[in-house]
T-cell receptor, first 113, second 113 residues
Framework: KAGVTQTPRYLIKTRGQQVTLSCSPI?????VSWYQQTPGQGLQFLFE???????NKGNFPGRFSGRQFSNSRSEMNVSTLELGDSALYLC????????????FGPGTRLTVT | KQEVTQIPAALSVPEGENLVLNCSFT??????LQWFRQDPGKGLTSLLL?????REQTSGRLNASLDKSSGRSTLYIAASQPGDSATYLC????????????FGPGTRLSVLP
């Protein structure tokens, strides 16, 4: 079974631009969660999508948004990029069932200059 | 607000030692707990998942326990090997509806040959 894939793996953007990251979950998984990882704040939960609906949301500003498609693939968008948005963005896939075991992708390294 | 601490922050041991990593939650209302390892610059690899009704899980040389009453979990690694060198993170699911995990800051483990 293929694992979680994220594209692109690396990205360099300029402050003020916007960016879209993509995540393809494990086949059959309906839940996709997004996390931001920085050296200072560690891993922080952004939001979770399940069956195309946002089910949980972390404490991030509205510049961070996401969506999920009918094939469970998910995209995350960050508008008006700030230097502090530089981070490793990880997505996690889960069946959404009672076990809720998460499987992570390799991440997208975003650098904002 | 749920907060997670991990002790120690870093650990360096000679190969072959048994070791214990600790994880504590400020709120004992944890539904599931998952342990991960992360290699530098990479995504997270799931090690063990303990459901809320369980007290421990074992996989090979790894054993994880969960004491919900005290909000504590431990990860025991037996007969450590240099390949175990990584950062170990614990994560607790903080509500019973969907994926909303809170992560600890991690323990950086170095196993010396």
């Amino acid at each position: 079974k293929a694992g979680v894939t994220q594209t692109p793996r690396y990205l360099i953007k300029t402050r003020g631009q916007q960016v879209t990251l993509s995540c393809s979950p494990i086949s059959g998984h309906r839940s996709v969660s997004w996390y931001q990882q920085t050296p200072g704040q560690g891993l922080q939960f952004l939001f979770e999508y399940f069956s195309e609906t946002q089910r949980n949301k972390g404490n991030f500003p509205g510049r961070f948004s996401g969506r999920q498609f009918s094939n469970s693939r998910s995209e995350m968008n960050v508008s008006t990029l700030e230097l502090g948005d530089s981070a490793l963005y990880l997505c996690a896939s889960s069946s959404g069932g009672l076990l809720y075991e998460q499987y992570f992708g390799p991440g997208t390294r975003l650098t904002v200059t | 607000k749920q907060e997670v601490t991990q002790i120690p922050a870093a650990l360096s041991v000679p190969e072959g030692e048994n070791l214990v990593l600790n994880c504590s939650f400020t709120d004992s209302a944890i539904y599931n707990l998952q342990w991960f390892r992360q290699d530098p610059g990479k995504g997270l690899t799931s090690l063990l998942l303990i459901q809320s009704s369980q007290r421990e899980q074992t996989s090979g040389r790894l054993n994880a326990s969960l004491d919900k009453s005290s909000g504590r979990s431990t990860l025991y690694i037996a007969a450590s090997q240099p390949g175990d060198s990584a950062t170990y993170l614990c994560a607790g699911r903080v509500n019973n509806y969907g994926q909303n995990f809170v992560f600890g800051p991690g323990t950086r483990l170095s196993v010396l040959p």
